[in-house]
């Protein structure tokens, strides 16, 4: 019994005690490097392989031009057939947020103010990834 009381106190006393931490090693690349780039597929593929052509593939901002009309909607891009899409007018007369939900193929009118909305394939507004890659 006595041995077993030993044998648990050194075991608890191993387990307890400080472990050595992990050599972590960062990238240290030149700039415009990500470590494994021959990894990276699908949409991050695609984002760096534009980043290197000096293109945001995500931009962040909210869209933003000409008012939309029907002969000249504004296009929204999405990689889905789909996209929620918060109207505020046009700048000369802006109004509360609408929200909408694009679809693809029809056109999208809001309802306060008229301007018309399109959504388009995101490949569609980066014709330079295309040519890279063909």
Known sequence: ?????RLRRL???????PRPMPIVRAFSGKPGEHPGDEQIYGREAEELELEKLGIERF?????????GTLEKPAIIYSTKGERVVGCVGPKEDP?????????AGPKHVCTICGQVFKLEDAANRYPQLKSQTA
């Open 1 to 5: 019994l006595a041995a077993m009381l």
């Open 11 to 17: 075991a608890t006393r191993l387990l307890r005690a």
């Open 59 to 67: 931009d962040r901002e909210p869209a933003s031009g000409p008012f």
């Open 95 to 103: 109004h509360d947020v609408a929200w909408m939900n694009l679809r």
